[in-house]
């Protein structure tokens, strides 16, 4: 288990200290349940009434919080941001694998760097090119031709298709498939044929794919994932996407073929977007939105309905059926309106 004194953490965080630089941190904790060895954080002054009943050994903090802390304190712009990275130097994660194991099946034509590691069961298939400090965990399948980059994580039983390239430092969380073919058919006289996705995946250096999460294979050219990307659990993308660096997608939402998600772009739990469309950098969608058409503008876009009183949606929903009905009646009352005043007005 890692540990750090304060002043290790200050130089790590470029923070100034304050209090004992030779205490000792082992691990990260909430205000509320910190004790001694743990350090927590304060990113939000509303939470202060925490911060002076914790019984932490060091809190990360603003300037403006300093003096509501009862104990050692290292001061830094962004809280939550130094507690990410302190988090990073303290974690308790184990490997995906250690070494080769006797029961993983190797392709005698795969490249696999000497510090790679390969968990049982695992099987590399043939040209796949493995690089250095990649873990690939137990029962993982990895396709002909595929690349992982160095320091890949890739969690057990992840199946990833072949041609797949993933970049440098990436996590594959478990039951993720890379790579499956996109949803491509041409429909002869009620007939399904299939058009074969002979395309790939492309993945950035520094992504995160979460659980049971599906990215399809491009039809002719690749399904392309940017640079720092993170996809939660449960998420569809389909053929030919293209999402741009920095972007966040949150659990079950689904990308239907072809579109394009720019930059620094933050989707919500179980949207749904439609294929064929662009969305432009810095866009923010509510969980549980449908996007039918492009976005053009940076901003916040909205679309599902919050929960209500069952009774009051019951109304709801019945006036929605008679909005078209209500619309007609509203026109024939403008016209109506202005008939009455077209007399006066000559």
Same mark, same amino acid.
């Given at each position: ?30 205000? !509320? =349940?910190?004790?001694?060895? +743990? ?7 509303? $939470? ?10 060091? &809190? ?6 300093? !003096? ?17 990275? &302190? ?13 080769? #194991? ?14 790679? +590691?390969?968990?049982? %069961? ?5 040209? &796949? ?31 990833? %298709? #072949? ?9 594959? +969380? ?29 993945? *950035?250096?520094?992504? =995160? ?17 940017? %640079? ?10 389909? #053929? ?5 660096? +920095? ?7 689904? &990308? ?19 294929? #064929?469309? =662009? ?21 916040? $876009?909205?679309? *599902? ?6 009774? !009051? ?6 006036? %929605? ?12 009352? =403008? ?12």
């Amino acid at each position: 288990m890692s540990k750090y004194n304060l002043t290790e953490l200050a130089e790590q965080l470029g923070a100034q200290l304050h209090g004992d630089g030779a205490a000792i941190i082992s691990a990260v904790a909430t205000l !509320e =349940e910190a004790s001694a060895g +743990h350090i927590s954080f304060l990113a939000n002054s509303k $939470y202060r009434k925490f911060l002076q009943q914790s019984t932490a050994t060091a &809190v990360l903090i603003k300037a403006e919080d300093l !003096e509501y802390c009862p104990v050692n304190a290292l001061v830094v712009n962004d809280p939550y941001v130094a507690f990410a990275r &302190v988090a990073q130097l303290l974690d308790t994660t184990p490997a995906a694998a250690s070494a080769v #194991h006797t029961t993983a099946l190797i392709d005698p034509s795969a490249k696999i760097a000497a510090s790679a +590691h390969i968990g049982p %069961y695992a099987v590399i298939s043939k040209d &796949v090119v493995i690089a250095d400090n990649v873990q690939i965990g137990a029962g993982c399948f990895i396709g002909e031709g595929a690349k992982i980059g160095a320091n890949t994580k890739i969690w057990p039983k992840v199946t990833v %298709y #072949h041609g797949v390239t993933i970049g440098e430092r990436c996590i594959v +969380h478990s039951g993720a498939v890379i790579g499956a073919d996109g949803f491509g058919f041409a429909n002869e006289r009620g007939q399904w044929l299939k058009i074969p996705q002979v395309g790939g995946v492309v993945i *950035g250096n520094d992504c =995160e794919i979460g659980a049971n999460t599906t990215i399809d294979r491009g039809a002719m050219a690749d399904t392309i994932i940017g %640079y720092n990307v993170i996809i939660d659990n449960q998420v569809q993308i389909a #053929h030919n996407v293209q999402i741009g660096d +920095h972007t966040a997608i949150a659990g079950c939402t689904v &990308v239907a073929g072809s579109t394009k998600i720019g930059r620094y772009c933050i989707i919500g739990g179980a949207c749904a977007i439609t294929g #064929h469309v =662009e969305i432009c950098d810095g866009v923010q969608i509510t969980g549980m939105s449908m996007i039918t058409k492009g976005i053009t503008e940076k901003g916040i $876009y909205s679309s *599902g309905v919050p929960a209500s009183p069952n009774l !009051e949606w019951r109304k709801n929903n019945a006036r %929605y059926r008679q909005l078209d009905q209500m619309y007609q009646r509203l026109r024939d009352l =403008e016209q109506q309106l202005a008939q009455l005043k077209a007399p006066a007005a000559e």
